[in-house]
């Protein structure tokens, strides 16, 4: 069977375990939940895709479909036995396994002496800023619920996002302050000579 793994497929084989539902259900569930901050589902089609992925390699089949009055007819899916063992094999996985990632950012690092240093300085102080923002947001989420009572179980994804924000922010403000101080910094005579002596060594 095929192996089509990915955090949106894994959020709707979970959602699935709780109760079989439509896949406007499925969007309803993940927004209200705030789980479209762990999961892309920016694009209208992106739940209907997986679920259409998820029932080619077996993982749901459909159970019904219902109708309401004035309303289009809806699929209702639920899992199948693979899916359900399935969705805690994935589960236990993204747990246990770090993926290899490849995010925008570190790919930006890698080249950022492409940039002069006064240029990298200031595309590193707005991504402060931003940073800064997101921060305060999750936190002004996390004391929000907080205030609401609510189980931290169910808002562990945002501690994590909250430490991994605050963790790229100090990094970020650490390389602004090494270009600021010129501790850190670059030139193209300098970097001409590097490239020479490290390219032309022997592996």
Do not use: C
Not at 100 to 110: N, Q, T, V, Y
Not at 114 to 140: F, H, N, T, V
């Amino acid at each position: 069977m095929a192996e089509r793994r990915s955090p949106l497929a894994m959020v709707i084989l979970s959602l699935l375990a709780e109760e079989p539902m439509h896949a406007y259900g499925m969007q309803q569930k993940i927004k209200g939940r705030r789980k479209d901050e762990v999961v892309n589902v920016a694009q209208r089609n992106s739940v209907y895709q997986a679920i259409e992925r998820l029932a080619r390699d077996g993982y749901i089949q459909v159970r019904h479909t219902t109708r309401d009055s004035g309303r289009p007819e809806r699929t209702v899916y639920e899992l199948t036995d693979a899916g359900r063992e399935t969705q805690a094999t994935w589960l236990r996985s993204m747990l246990a396994t770090p993926a290899r990632e490849f995010p925008e950012f570190p790919a930006a690092l890698a080249f950022v002496m492409i940039l002069d240093p006064a240029d990298a300085r200031e595309q590193l102080e707005k991504r402060a800023r931003l940073l800064q923002d997101r921060l305060d947001q999750y936190a002004a989420g996390l004391r929000r619920s907080e205030e609401m009572g609510l189980p931290r179980l169910f808002v562990v994804e945002d501690e994590y996002a909250h430490s991994v924000t605050a963790a790229e922010l100090a990094f970020v403000r650490g390389m602004i302050e090494d270009l600021a101080s010129g501790e850190l910094t670059w030139n193209r005579e300098w970097l001409a000579e590097i490239v020479a002596k490290f390219e032309g060594a022997p592996a």
